[in-house]
Nanobody, 121 residues
Framework: QVQLVESGGGLVQPGGSLRLSCVVSGSGLRVNILAWYRQAPGKERELVASSKDDSPTTYADSVRGRFTISRDDAKNTGFLQMDSLKPMDTGVYYC???????????????WGQGTQVTVSS
């Protein structure tokens, strides 16, 4: 069974930093794509950053230069380093992964449960 568990959210003042982590658990897995989405109150879920095998990382225009996505493939763990945080960054952050396994016919997508990030003074 595959599970995505996020951590690292919390309350931070404007200009501060947070680092989110996402552990993809399950035996014999390979993470093909790891991405972070966020959903602000009353708004749709949006893509924040994405890391795909053999491709450049991508970022939403609103976070480029402030957020950095990274992966530790040996541990099937993804990270989102968030610097210079703004109140507009407030929301629930979700980890999303496209995962493959040698015994599967095709890759499968999974979501984490979400972690709250609040940027406020």
């Amino acid at each position: 069974q595959v599970q995505l568990v996020e951590s690292g959210g919390g309350l931070v003042q404007p200009g501060g930093s947070l680092r989110l982590s996402c552990v993809v658990s399950g035996s014999g897995l390979r993470v093909n794509i790891l991405a972070w989405y966020r959903q602000a109150p009353g708004k749709e879920r949006e893509l924040v950053a994405s890391s795909k095998d053999d491709s450049p990382t991508t970022y939403a225009d609103s976070v480029r230069g402030r957020f950095t996505i990274s992966r530790d493939d040996a541990k099937n763990t993804g990270f989102l380093q968030m610097d210079s945080l703004k109140p507009m960054d407030t929301g629930v952050y979700y980890c999303h992964a496209l995962v493959s396994k040698t015994t599967w016919l095709s890759p499968t997508a999974y979501w984490g449960q979400g972690t709250q990030v609040t940027v406020s003074s």
